[in-house]
């Protein structure tokens, strides 16, 4: 038939083409799923090269998402720490995005000269792949955990649910919000915080605390992908009676929305949670940056390391700053995971792992 | 497309012209393919029929296929009117509709989905009056659907536009003077020359909303067996360094969608031969 122009066949071919290109760009899409999100910034002096002769250089440290503000505090700090005593100019550029994603990053090939991370898991990782050594815990004091933080709840102004501790959360017709913790590091503290409680509760009592947590997750509603996520679903989007969350992140919404909004419950039984930091040997040892990337981490454990990190409301692991904050954070029965749960590999593996504790939780 | 002329190009270049697209086509498609295959091999086949076939991940199959399935359909019905409304008619403003198809491309999706969901939560403009007539959009299939039928519109209305507008008005008018009715010269006439680009159309965004991520964890709450899709399911591999599992679920995606492609061409030439030959 003479209605099918030339414009069009050429039409077909081209969208032939492009029927290819999609089937294409699913794959790059899949494979790149993993890898978007994440993001570096610039901070302190901005440099050029790497380890340059003239005296200047530049290290990355790769973190996860709420540490931005803390980091780039520290890292002025830092500079100026570092010029004064080598008479070198540091720049240090920060990238943030998901835990766990941030450690693939690294192992897929990101120069992070240090790695500091929301938990032990994700920095094991790196040492499954050999680019740290096995006993990388030990290599700086406290776990190398140089502040911590722990578990607590938000909740709207005045306490309207009258929400008090682990208990009142799994009563019915409390909705509470927590994010997933088959994609969210944060979300597993909050998970085991909630184990503890209930074990410590029913005197180590394990079907009673697995009953505990699926009843805690039965009044769950929505489970975001990350930590922020879950978050702007409580706060925004104004779902949900109660949110558990990191006290630092809570701390961060109250001073963003206001203390007329909502208050800060600090349960009677709780996590502590040490986000862990190392150098990265195999990066440093190749460019050449293991003193200042070491000398980076040691500054963290410094006074005025510790003073940055309990201004951005982490509890700080020196006794002189954290007896000068006492008063900002809640006093709490704390317990860390080595205690309850034999560290992280076992936690990750009974709980989190495909076929565990919390997938049985949603088995129907 | 059946008639296929042999006959040697007029136009020089085609030894350059193909080695560069092979080239192309190995970088930017072929190995990133090839990549996913090899390290699935990883897996004994036992193990990657466990992977792909566990309880939550067939839900999340049907739950992705389910929706985008239901998107693609809707944006097929409603791309085509908008298709057809900015080609046939002109009114003021025109040019902004025009314009406002493509921004679910050049949004980034993660701000489309968070959008969406502050519309479509129960408090959310939109949601607060879906809600009062029992429905939940936000954290149901329902909220996923309509992400994906959002991030996959252009497609539709992309593909059909530039064909519609190639139609020759006179077929029609000759129809007309013949005594067809609107809906004759539609079905009888129009249809035929356009179903080619439909299902072009239908098969980009079922393709696109299949693979989509970004804006739908957001929407879609991400419960285990209810609002989980597949994507999300790779990124939960992945959290838990398990990159064969991730791509054995990528693989499964990839050759269901690729059937999908494929029967959707072949129905394509055959639409296209018929209307040829009839």
């Known amino acids: 038939m003479s209605i099918q ?8 071919a081209f969208t032939r083409g492009i029927q290819l290109l999609a089937a294409g760009s699913l794959v790059l899409g899949l494979a790149a799923c993993g890898k978007s999100g994440s993001e570096v910034t610039n901070s302190a002096a901005q440099t050029n090269g ?24 520290l890292n002025t700090a830092f500079a100026k720490h570092w010029k004064e005593k080598t008479g070198q100019t540091v720049s240090i550029k920060q990238s943030h995005g998901g835990s766990g994603k941030q450690s ?54 005045g306490n309207p649910k009258g929400i008090k501790d682990w208990d009142d959360l799994v009563k019915p017709g409390i909705s509470v919000i927590t994010p997933n913790p088959k994609t969210s590091g944060g979300a597993r503290w ?3 915080a909630a184990w503890g409680y209930a074990l410590k509760k029913y005197g180590g009592d394990e079907g009673k605390a697995r009953e505990f947590v699926s009843n805690l997750y039965k009044n769950v509603p929505v489970l975001d992908s990350g930590a922020r996520g879950s978050t702007t679903t409580f706060v925004e989007r104004g779902l949900g009676d109660v949110l558990i969350a990191w006290e630092n992140e809570a701390f961060l919404s109250l001073k963003e929305f206001g203390k007329d909004k909502f208050e800060i419950i600090a349960p009677s039984v709780s996590i502590l949670a040490e986000p862990p930091v190392t150098v990265v040997d195999k990066v440093v040892d190749k460019r050449g940056t293991r003193q200042v990337a070491q000398a980076y981490l040691e500054f963290l454990y410094t006074e005025q390391g510790q003073e940055i990190a309990a201004k951005n409301y982490y509890r700080p692991r020196l006794t002189s700053v954290a007896s000068r904050y006492a008063e900002q954070f809640p006093k709490l029965n704390l317990f860390t995971i080595d205690e309850v749960f034999g560290g992280w590999q076992k936690a990750q593996k009974t709980h989190f792992s495909d076929g565990g504790v919390f997938d049985q939780i949603y088995k129907k | 497309m059946a008639n296929t ?62 929706t985008s399935l239901i998107a693609a359909v809707t944006n097929t019905v409603f791309g085509l009117l908008v298709a057809w409304v900015l080609v046939r008619y002109s009114f003021p403003g025109k040019r902004i509709i025009d314009g ?29 009056y879906l809600e009062a007539i029992g429905i939940k959009a936000a954290y149901t299939p329902l909220g996923i659907t309509i992400a994906l039928t959002f991030i996959s ?40 020359q356009l179903l080619p680009a439909v299902l072009t159309g239908f098969a980009l965004a079922f393709a696109r909303a299949i693979g989509e991520y970004g804006s739908v964890v957001f929407i879609s709450g991400n419960m285990p067996m209810r609002t989980e899709i597949t994507p999300l399911l790779i990124m939960t591999k992945l959290e838990q360094y398990d990159y064969a599992g991730a791509t054995a679920i990528a693989v499964v995606m990839l050759v269901v969608s690729f059937v999908l492609l494929l029967l959707i061409n072949w129905l394509q030439w055959r639409s296209g031969r018929r209307h040829v030959l009839g």
């Not at chain 1, 790497?50 to 505090?73: A, C, F, H, M, W």
């Not at chain 1, 192992?107 to 000269?113: F, K, N, P, S, V």
């Not at chain 1, 990388?136 to 955990?145: A, F, G, I, T, V």
């Open chain 1, 190 to 192: 909050n998970y085991l």
């Open chain 1, 50 to 73: 790497k380890t340059g002769s003239n005296g200047t250089v530049e290290i990355l440290n790769v973190s996860y998402d709420p540490t931005r503000e803390l980091y780039q505090e």
């Open chain 1, 104 to 157: 693939r990053a690294i192992i897929d090939g990101l120069e992070a000269d240090v790695a500091t991370l929301a938990l032990a898991y994700d920095i094991d990782e790196l040492e499954n792949k050999k680019l740290i050594p096995a006993e990388w815990q030990k290599r700086l004091p406290d776990n190398s955990s140089p502040y911590t933080s722990t578990i607590v709840f938000l909740v709207r102004k």
């Open chain 2, 100 to 128: 406002l198809v493509d921004l679910p491309f050049a949004l980034p999706t993660a701000v489309a989905g968070i959008s969406l969901t502050i519309l479509y939560s129960q408090n959310g403009w939109l949601g607060r």
């Open chain 2, 153 to 192: 519109l252009p497609f539709v209305v992309r593909t059909v536009q530039p064909v519609l507008q190639e139609l020759n008005v006179q077929v029609e008018e000759a129809a007309a003077t013949l005594g067809a009715n609107g809906w004759q010269r539609f079905v009888r006439i129009m249809l035929p």
């Open chain 2, 5 to 66: 002329a042999k006959q040697r190009s007029t136009l020089p270049g085609f030894g350059l012209a193909m080695g560069f697209t092979l080239l192309y086509l190995s970088l930017v498609v072929l190995i990133p393919l090839a990549g996913l295959f090899l390290k699935t091999t990883e897996l004994h086949w036992e193990q990657f029929w466990s992977v792909v076939t566990a309880p939550r991940v067939l839900a999340s199959y049907w739950l992705s296929f389910g």
């Open chain 1, 5 to 12: 122009t030339g414009a069009q066949k050429k039409f077909y």
